[in-house]
């Protein structure tokens, strides 16, 4: 596998490393970097330093091992590395952009270079990150985790499909594909974990990011559903999908666990920013319990306006209101 590293991305690991350790106390780096950076500038004009600094950089950023943490992490899963011909790693400003990806999704030289590889029977692997992660310990972890992301997206049986459509609104979208980033990361963390390898999150931190996509499930039953997820050796990439979009195959996944109830499958979950089944939009606000709380001449008339309506469903507060009003006469249709 080829491994290629953004040049900017590499002069800014090696300055900002310099300057932390020695800020930190140790000029070795620092040292090291002048003993071998100073005949550049006695020896070569002005013109011709640029290229001298770029071999300078490239060699510290291997020699110092900045190079081999990623390769590491490939190493850890032969069979993907044997699948990839090429990963670029460029650098990002935000943490927010880091990521790893098929590497044709990046842009049009990418895909150009991707194409290159895939003609072979290979495929291209992009990794972006901030500079200062190449001396966070955690960066292993991440790689090892975004790693077993590529894999899943390679592996046939997982049926990937990047361009599905997923939710009616653009709010109900988000939504949906947030808590399916929750439940794939919570899937690869198990995984690592049955593998004996250190996971991004440990399963108490995964437990409680689920949890809080899914508070309306009460707390012993979120946890014989979590337990089951948890156990679950594999997902598809549309089970993963039904279970962000409908909080019930969440449920179906709950096993017998101490201390743990298994919810009931027949209840509906009105969850957070799902959509109303009366107007369409999605809502924060829903309206529970209807047959205690909404009188029933009140359901009978949203019942004929919207046929196999069942009061179950629930209803946003506004519809709810607006359907109060129509049946006591006050707001016509």
């Known amino acids: 596998m080829e491994l290629r590293f953004q040049p900017s991305l590499i002069q800014e690991v090696i300055d900002a490393f310099i300057e932390k350790t020695e800020r930190e106390g140790d000029p070795t780096f620092y040292k090291e970097f002048h003993e071998l950076a100073d005949p550049i500038y006695e020896n070569f004009p ?16 291997g020699h110092w091992g900045f190079a081999d943490i990623i390769d590491n992490a490939f190493s850890e899963f032969p069979a993907l590395k044997e699948r990839i011909g090429i990963t670029l790693v460029r650098g990002v400003l935000k943490e927010d952009q880091e990521s790893v990806d098929i590497l044709r999704k990046w842009g049009t030289v990418e895909e150009d270079l991707a194409k290159q590889f895939e003609s072979k029977g290979l495929k291209g692997v992009g990794i972006k990150l901030l500079p200062r992660r190449f001396y966070d310990p955690a960066l292993p972890r ?6 077993l992301h590529i894999k899943d997206m390679l592996d046939p049986a997982f049926l990937y499909d990047p361009d599905i459509k997923v939710g009616n609104t653009p709010g109900e979208e988000s939504l949906i594909l947030a808590r399916y980033r929750v439940l794939w990361c919570l899937s690869i963390d198990s995984c690592l974990t049955r593998m004996g390898k250190e996971a991004v999150f440990p399963k108490e931190q995964r437990f409680r990011e689920f949890s809080t996509w899914y508070r309306k499930i009460p707390g012993k039953q979120l946890v014989a559903v979590f337990e089951g997820l948890w156990a679950t050796e594999h997902f598809t990439h549309p089970e993963l999908i039904e279970m962000a979009t409908d909080t019930l195959k969440v449920i179906d996944r709950a096993i017998e666990v101490e201390g743990a109830e298994i919810p009931e499958r027949k209840k509906i979950m009105l969850m957070p920013g799902f959509p109303c089944p009366l107007c369409g939009f999605p809502t924060y606000n829903w309206v529970e319990n209807l047959e205690k709380e909404v009188e029933p001449e009140v359901l009978d008339y949203i019942r ?8 179950e469903y629930g209803g946003c507060d506004r519809c709810i209101e607006v359907y109060k009003l129509r049946a006591a006469g006050v707001m016509g249709d």
Do not use: A, I, S
Not at 46 to 61: A, I, N
Not at 142 to 147: D, K, M, Y
């Open 46 to 61: 002005l013109d011709d330093r640029e290229p001298e600094f770029q071999k300078l950089y490239q060699y510290l950023f």
């Open 142 to 147: 991440f790689c090892r985790h975004e790693l």
């Open 304 to 311: 004929q306006n919207h046929p196999g309506w069942d009061p």
